[in-house]
Each structure stands twice: as structure tokens, then as C-alpha cells.
């Protein structure tokens, strides 16, 4: 089993909408919980950290059941320049480095 | 945010031939620094993580004397892939911790795609 697992999609949704992102982590070790952006042939960029107790940035919220291992990526009235790949990226308590999902896909047409 | 440069960005070159990528933390000092590896459409995969001053730590599989890592500095970090064969094209990414930054943050490099002919 992945320690981290993503559906890849791709998700294709039009300009405006609401998306939302899932993750799971096999690791109850799991300490710190991340989402990154990633572009097409670019190096990931931090998104934003998430927290216990969800976390909101404009237009993104995220979140984490560490009881199911859950965590979550909302955006609202996507933008076409959200289109990125969406990494869910999780470190392991103890640990320095970071495990990294394969990835969804956002696709956001106009 | 802080800033990594990685140097080159591409690279070409034939069968056989030992390639080198430099990884620099430009507005920080970084103790640690993280080198992975992305094929097309699959996940970042850690290689080693490089600690300033003594010898990286590398993840199960991947060969410490194929892919030779050197972090002199705290501010540099260099990995050779040696005798580089086409399995080896890749898109290479290093990433470094800025301890005085938000916990566990790691500021990754632009990366460097390496092929092999």
C-alpha cells in the first residue's frame, strides 16, 4: 500500500466551480500535513500547511481527519490558472523527509 | 518565501558520461538538504537527504556509488550521477529546510531535467 495515495484524475471543471481533493496516508506517525502545486515541468510550491483544525487561504480550505488518515483540498470558483497538478505531501513524525502523493490533476476550462 | 537554485537546468549528454548538479540556498543556510527524482507522471521520489558536513543518508534502492552526493557547504549541495545511462533521464529536484521557517517547510529547486542518450 502507498503511504500516500491520491486519485489522479485528471479533474475537469469549469471556471467557477467548486473541486475538491482527496488523500489518504498510511502512517499514523504522520505529523505534518502539506499541499503543494505542482506545474507542468516546474519544482512543487507550497500551497499550504494544514491543520487539525482546517485551515482557509482565499480560496482554498483544507483539511485533516487524522482519525481516518483523511486529508482534504477545496477550491472555490476555480480559476484558470489553478489548473496545476495537486500534490498531498505528509511527514512522518521523527523523520526529516517528506512522502509525496502521485498527484491529482486539475484541469479548469473556460 | 526562500529561494534554491539548481544549476543546470537541462542536460544532455551520451551513455557513460558522469553528470553534475549543483542545489544552492541562496538567502539561507540550509543544515539539510533533499534530492529526489520524478519520472513523467509519477510521484517525487526521495533519493538522499545530504547533511552539511557528513555523509547523506540514502533511501532503500538507490545506489550510493552511482549517485554521489556532497554537501560542503551550508549553503551547497552537489549530486553526480555517474556513468549516467538513459534509464537514468530524469527530472532531478533538490530541496532544502530553512529551520527558521515554518516547521518541516522544505523550498524546493527548479530542477534539472537530465537525459540520456
Known amino acids: 500500500r502507498k503511504e500516500v495515495e491520491q486519485d489522479p484524475g485528471p479533474f475537469n471543471v469549469p471556471e467557477g466551480a467548486t473541486v475538491a481533493f482527496n488523500c489518504t496516508y498510511s502512517n499514523s506517525a504522520s505529523q505534518s500535513f502539506f499541499w503543494y502545486r505542482q506545474d507542468c515541468r516546474k519544482e512543487p510550491k507550497l500551497l499550504m500547511s494544514?491543520?487539525?483544525s482546517g485551515n482557509e487561504d482565499g480560496r482554498f480550505t483544507a483539511q485533516l481527519n487524522r482519525a481516518s488518515q483523511y486529508i482534504s483540498l477545496l477550491i472555490r470558483d476555480s480559476k484558470l490558472s489553478d489548473s496545476a497538478t495537486y500534490l498531498c505531501?505528509?511527514?512522518?513524525?521523527?523523520?526529516?523527509?517528506?512522502?509525496f502523493g502521485t498527484g491529482t490533476r486539475l484541469l479548469v476550462s473556460p | 518565501g526562500a529561494v534554491v537554485s539548481q544549476h543546470p537546468s537541462r542536460v544532455i549528454c551520451k551513455s557513460g558520461t558522469s553528470v553534475k548538479i549543483e542545489c544552492r540556498s541562496l538567502d539561507f543556510q540550509a543544515t539539510t538538504m533533499f534530492w529526489y527524482r520524478q519520472f513523467p507522471k509519477q510521484s517525487l521520489m526521495l533519493m538522499a537527504t545530504?547533511?552539511?558536513?557528513?555523509?547523506?543518508?540514502?533511501e532503500q534502492g538507490v545506489e550510493k556509488d552511482k549517485f554521489l552526493i556532497n554537501h560542503a557547504s551550508l549553503t551547497l549541495s552537489t549530486l553526480t550521477v555517474t556513468s549516467a545511462h538513459p534509464e537514468d533521464s530524469s527530472f532531478y529536484i533538490c530541496?532544502?529546510?530553512?529551520?527558521?521557517?515554518?516547521?518541516?517547510?522544505?523550498?524546493f529547486g527548479p530542477g534539472t531535467r537530465l537525459t540520456v542518450l
Open positions: 505531501v505528509v511527514n512522518i513524525s521523527g523523520f526529516q523527509k517528506l512522502v
Open positions: 545530504s547533511n552539511e558536513g557528513s555523509k547523506a543518508t540514502y
Open positions: 494544514v491543520y487539525s
Open positions: 530541496s532544502a529546510r530553512d529551520f527558521t521557517a515554518r516547521e518541516n517547510e522544505q523550498f
